[in-house]
């Protein structure tokens, strides 16, 4: 096999040493990019975290603003029904102050329940 000129030794050991440094720049840019990967997984991670314990937030704001719905809701129904006595201008009967009584400790037992089952 017959030797190539000088010149095209030259050419092949140059593309060789270009080959070369271009694999190495590959492998610099490839462990760069692991790098970057696993920050953007642990970024990506500690986002879903943040986003269950914002949707647990959201459903037990949910459930306590439903709570004060219904406790507001009970507060009005017997100040309407407080006025509706007064406007009467007459004395309760016993039947009335006695449903009366029995309707505000239903709405404070429920009240104190609600209380005590929050966690």
């Known amino acids: 096999m017959p030797i190539p000129p000088p010149s095209v ?3 092949f050991y140059e593309l060789d040493e270009r080959l070369y440094e271009v694999q190495e720049t590959m492998d ?16 990506a991670h500690n986002q879903a ?9 959201k ?5 306590q603003f439903s709570v004060i719905y219904h406790k507001l809701s009970d507060i ?3 100040g309407i029904l407080t006025r509706q006595y007064a406007l009467k201008s007459v004395r309760l009967s016993a039947a009335e102050q006695a449903q009366g009584k029995a309707y505000a400790k239903q709405l404070i037992a429920t009240s104190m329940n609600s209380e005590q089952s929050k966690p």
């Open 76 to 78: 009005i129904h017997l």
């Open 59 to 63: 459903h037990d704001l949910s459930q």
């Open 9 to 11: 030794l030259d050419k």
């Open 49 to 57: 975290i943040i986003d269950n314990h914002l949707t647990s937030l």
């Open 28 to 43: 610099k840019l490839e462990y760069i990019l692991v790098q970057h990967t696993d920050m953007l997984d642990g970024i």
